[in-house]
């Protein structure tokens, strides 16, 4: 399984631009990127998932090299309620199990 | 996106008895389930993977015995703390995947053993 490196920790302003970068060198050929947002005491919640180039939705966006090696979630205009953990997880070959890493913890500053 | 609950979403029990989390997806049919333990500021620590009628794949260092997957129906996976300690005590997520690779977590269910 493919493990991923975040940095621990990062902090922003409210209306900034956030781009968290996860770096997943064993990626297998198979495998999807997928992003999860999750608060305290709640469950993970789906943000976006890409396999190659950029995928765009309606809270972020998700950069992809050409190698799949390294992804970065971009969040526009990042506001207070941002703040969250970020997971990068890396799958869905095989068992599709997700091997959760130390995820990003992002603080928006008013 | 679609919807998994979990039920309970808190519960206590007193060290020696057994607690049984029910895990749902509601509007698709799950293939796999996963579940998942947290401590506080730590990150997701999966369990075990349960597939609908078959016996559930545990991750090392979990004990199958303690921690008994059922996962009956498509739509339902239960997780069973068997003679909880409060050791135990900690927050539990399940996931559910459908016929996408996209996974769906539940909202928790914080465990307390007294």
């Known amino acids: 399984l493919a493990k991923t490196t975040q940095p621990i920790s990062m902090d922003s302003y409210e209306g900034q631009e956030v781009n968290i970068t996860c770096s997943h060198n064993?990626?297998?050929?198979?495998?999807?990127i997928t992003w999860y947002q999750q608060f305290p005491s709640q469950g993970p919640r789906f943000i976006i998932q890409?396999?190659?180039t950029k995928v765009t939705n309606e809270v972020a966006s998700l950069f992809i090299p050409a190698d799949r090696k390294s992804s970065t979630l971009s969040l526009p205009r990042v506001s207070l309620s941002d703040t969250a953990v970020y997971y990068c997880l890396v799958g869905g070959s095989g068992t599709y199990k997700y091997i959760f890493g130390t995820g990003t913890r992002l603080k928006v500053l008013a | 996106g679609a919807v998994v609950s979990q039920h309970p979403s808190r519960v206590i029990c007193k060290s020696g008895t057994s607690v049984k989390i029910e895990c749902r997806s509601l509007?698709?049919?799950?293939?796999?389930m996963f579940w998942y333990r947290q401590f506080p500021k730590k990150s997701l620590m999966l369990m075990a993977t349960s597939n609908e009628g078959s016996k559930a794949t545990y991750e090392q260092g979990v004990e199958k015995d303690k921690f008994l997957i059922n996962h009956a129906s498509l739509t339902l996976s239960t997780l069973t703390v068997t003679s909880a300690h409060p050791e135990d005590s900690s927050f539990y997520i399940c996931?559910?995947?459908?016929?996408?690779?996209?996974?769906?977590f539940g909202p928790g269910t914080r465990l307390t053993v007294t």
């Open positions: 509007d698709f049919q799950a293939t796999t």
């Open positions: 996931s559910a995947r459908g016929v996408s690779y996209e996974q769906y």
């Open positions: 890409g396999y190659k």
């Open positions: 064993n990626i297998a050929t198979n495998d999807y």
